[in-house]
């Protein structure tokens, strides 16, 4: 797969400090995350596996025909027997599982409790149900920011008014021609935060109509488009009559894109939040007391073979451990390092041919005993 610098400098993160990438297509614009996944689903069924949609995980228990084998209960009846066992399951979904279930070590032990009750940024007074993780794009047939400002790359906040703002220049998706110039339709990217960093996001969530269910939503509502627009060009317009443009004269997005995920531990589809966030975002997560005394390779020991009696591994973006080898978030590579330790050692598979030596050597830990 193609991919191109997120920053369009390519100049090191300054949290990361690497650039960072973006998958893209032929064309050189942004291909979003379910490219790998439609092509990997794709692969994967040509290879003869078996892919089944819309069964939820209630509960796996030990199969006594067969040591160490496990049956795989889904709601509405469904089940299935397998020897080993990865779930990729996020932390909501893990906690409503049946407690019995195999994968969970007994009660009171280390395993248990990281699995089913250590809840990340767990700000005291702030009910679950108003913690959000929030996106909005607002959608310009012509993008603006960089055929009138050619602000390529950056940051924006400004919370003081409705709607609030915390935004990047960069991370929106824009059509250019065949000869790279900017057309349009681009995404501008005008918030991406945590209610727990700016709680003024929340002005958002109504705008979420399947809130806890589906956290993308797209909408054309005047009374969302006409205020973001109306922030939008208050915000910039000290930038617009730098180059002689009148914000006025600029015309409205044509419908907003959201992603509100929240924290209630009954959504469907909650927020990801990997334990240790309070390190990437300080203060505003507080540090979880389940995690005390806790080092990182205790922890991954802990939840990716919970129950050593079963063959049931876990590896998700929720139980990865922020900052685990200095490495800050982020999802995607938070998500793949646990699976990797998993598939070596439980399956005994090597490095990926793509894949950098040393760091495969670091990330599955061969400087660490515990990861041997």
């Given at each position: ?234 915000f910039h317009a000290a930038a617009f009559a730098a180059v002689g443009i009148n914000a006025s004269t600029v015309p409205q997005m044509r419908r907003v894109v959201l992603g509100v995920w929240t924290t209630d531990k009954l959504a469907l589809l909650p927020g990801p939040a990997s334990s240790n966030f309070h390190a990437q975002i300080g203060s505003a997560c507080p540090a979880e007391q389940c995690l005390h005394g806790v080092s990182p390779e205790e922890y991954y020991d802990a939840i990716t073979l919970p129950n050593p009696m079963a063959n049931i591994h876990v590896a998700n973006n929720d139980f ?53």
């Open positions: 797969m193609s991919t191109a610098c997120y920053e369009p400098d390519c100049a090191p993160d300054p949290e990361f400090k690497q650039p960072l990438y973006r998958i893209v297509d032929e064309h050189g614009r942004n291909a979003g995350y379910s490219t790998p996944l439609f092509r990997m689903l794709s692969e994967m069924t040509a290879a003869g596996v078996r892919v089944f949609y819309n069964h939820a995980l209630t509960g796996v228990y030990s199969d006594g025909a067969v040591p160490g084998g496990s049956q795989l209960h889904f709601a509405g009846g469904a089940t299935a027997f397998a020897k080993k066992v990865l779930l990729n399951l996020p932390r909501g979904t893990m906690e409503r599982m049946d407690p019995k279930s195999s994968v969970f070590p007994a009660p009171n032990t280390l395993g248990f409790t990281l699995l089913r009750n250590c809840t990340p940024c767990d700000v005291p007074g702030m009910p679950p149900h108003t913690k959000f993780t929030v996106k909005v794009y607002a959608i310009y047939d012509d993008p603006w920011w960089l055929t009138k400002l050619n602000l390529t790359q950056g940051l924006f906040t400004s919370v003081g008014l409705d709607p609030p703002l915390v935004g990047r220049y960069h991370d929106g998706p824009v059509h250019h021609s065949a000869s790279g110039e900017v057309i349009g339709p681009g995404a501008l990217e005008a918030v991406y935060t945590f209610s727990s960093l700016h709680p003024q996001i929340s002005y958002y969530a109504p705008f979420a109509p399947m809130l806890g269910v589906d956290p993308l939503s797209v909408t054309t509502d005047p009374a969302l488009l006409a205020p973001l627009h109306q922030r939008l060009m208050d990865a451990w922020t900052d685990y080898q200095g490495v800050p978030c982020c999802w995607a590579e938070q998500s793949l390092k646990p699976v990797e330790r998993t598939l070596h050692r439980a399956w005994g598979l090597g490095k990926p041919q793509w894949l950098n030596a040393a760091y495969y050597a670091k990330l599955i830990g061969t400087e660490s005993p515990s990861f041997v």
